[in-house]
């Protein structure tokens, strides 16, 4: 029993010891390029090797670096490939740079950094910290707080362009100086001057500030180009001054001047000389199509146009003029059709008709009088223009009557009604009296 104990615990402890080996290596490597004191506005650079005996199944994670006094670009999306053998152990990696500009002379401390790396055949992502380093940052000579450039090496160069040439008063001239300043920021690369010149306006252009690549997604330094236009202001002869760019070595601390030469303009009289003459041609052109117009021909021209625009402001307000009588019409019309007199001379033809119709007389008796009947009591009158009428319904409505009274007849009996209705108008309805139930 005692003897399987012991192998068990013997297998258990090969387990862990194989378990620990299999876990990966990585190891952090972190250098500041130079390593020596810079200046201020130098860029020096953070170079951090993270480097694994397997492979990287993910990018590492890096931090963010901050320095007050110092301006710090993290790293680039790529990194350098590495491939190191240390202690007999091949290590492959991943080269990642910080770009650090002072902009204060002082002493500057860089902590640990902490980074996670993914390395392969790995349980767990591993976590890892650089060693703490300092550098110191001093001040160039001269004094004075004005911006400085401060590089490993500085180019200038400088482009004129003409618009014309030779110039002549109200042409333009371009001028451009590129900067290529190596180790250092592009942002800290001073403008040049460009000086106003008499007799020429100035018009500066807005510069174009771009980093200074290294092909691999770093960055080398920076590059500036600012560009001025000059015009002409008239002939003569016109001087622009030359242009120092003074910068500092990085590496030695000396003070060095670049200097591009002025450029000297000659500028000749304005007038334009076209190759053919101008006036000639215009001459040939108009001797066969010359047009002469009298003072009286305009006059009558004027008043063409004054009586053709009074004809348009015409039929423009005829035309407004008719609506309106149209309409006027229209309503003049509607309301004869809906009159006690439209009525009548319906009812009238009405009468003389076979077969007699009624209804235009209701409809006149409704619009004369407002009444809807020929009731005595609303049309009061003497007994015997009851009587009359009375036989004159029956001689229509009468069951077994087959013959009807004649027209004259029929129109006496209308006429004697309408007298009636005019001499005895209708009864006033009261203020809330109902209304008819079946009008």
């Not at 622009?240 to 060095?256: C, K, S």
């Amino acid at each position: 029993m005692s003897r399987l104990a012991v192998l068990l615990l013997g297998c258990l402890a090969g387990l862990a010891g194989l378990s620990n080996a299999a876990e990966p290596e990585v190891r952090v490597q972190a250098r500041l390029v130079p390593d020596n004191a810079v200046m201020v506005g130098a860029t020096m650079t953070l170079e951090v090797d993270l480097l694994v005996d397997t492979w990287f199944t993910a990018p590492p994670e890096l931090p963010v670096l901050q320095l007050p006094g110092a301006v710090v670009n993290p790293p680039g999306g790529e990194a350098q490939h590495l491939n190191q053998r240390l202690d007999g152990k091949a290590f492959f990696g991943l080269r990642y740079s910080y770009q650090i500009t002072p902009t204060v002379a002082q002493p500057f401390s860089i902590p640990a950094l902490t980074f996670r790396v993914h390395p392969g055949q790995g349980t767990v992502a591993q976590t890892i910290q650089s060693a703490p380093l300092s550098f110191t940052v001093k001040s160039p000579g001269g004094g004075g707080g004005e911006q400085r450039l401060v590089a490993q090496a500085v180019e200038v160069d400088q482009t004129v362009e003409r618009s014309h040439t030779p110039l002549r008063a109200g042409d333009s001239l371009t001028r451009k100086v590129h900067i290529v300043a190596r180790g250092s920021q592009a942002m800290l690369i001073p403008p040049p001057t460009f000086a106003e010149v008499k007799g020429l306006k100035r018009y500066v252009q807005t510069p174009s500030v771009i980093p200074l690549s290294d092909g691999r997604g770093g960055t080398l330094g920076g590059q500036r180009e600012d560009s001025v236009t000059y015009v002409v202001g008239g002939a003569g002869r016109y001087q622009l001054p030359a242009i120092d760019v003074q910068w500092w070595d990085a590496i030695t601390g000396q003070a060095r001047t670049l200097t591009v030469p002025a450029v000297d303009l000659e500028a000749g009289e304005g007038s334009y000389q076209a190759p053919f003459s101008l006036r000639e041609d215009l001459r040939a052109l108009g001797q066969g199509a010359q047009i002469s117009i009298a003072s009286h021909g305009v006059l009558l021209a004027l008043l063409l146009l004054l009586l053709a625009g009074l004809a348009w402001a015409a039929r423009e307000w005829g035309m407004a003029g008719w609506q309106r009588l149209r309409r006027w019409q229209a309503r003049r019309h509607q309301a004869w059709l809906e009159s006690p007199g439209y009525a009548w001379r319906q009812a009238r033809q009405q009468c003389t008709k076979e077969p007699v119709r009624l209804d235009a007389m209701y409809c006149w008796l409704r619009r004369a009088t407002g009444q809807r009947t020929l009731s005595s009591s609303e049309h009061p009158g003497d007994g015997q223009n009851d009587v009359v009428l009375l036989a004159f319904l029956q001689e229509f409505y009468a069951t077994g009557r087959s013959e009807r009274p004649p027209a004259d007849a029929r129109r006496r009996v209308l006429q004697n009604l309408r007298q009636r209705v005019e001499a005895l108008p209708p009864k006033a309805q009261g203020k809330h009296a109902l209304k008819q139930l079946n009008p």
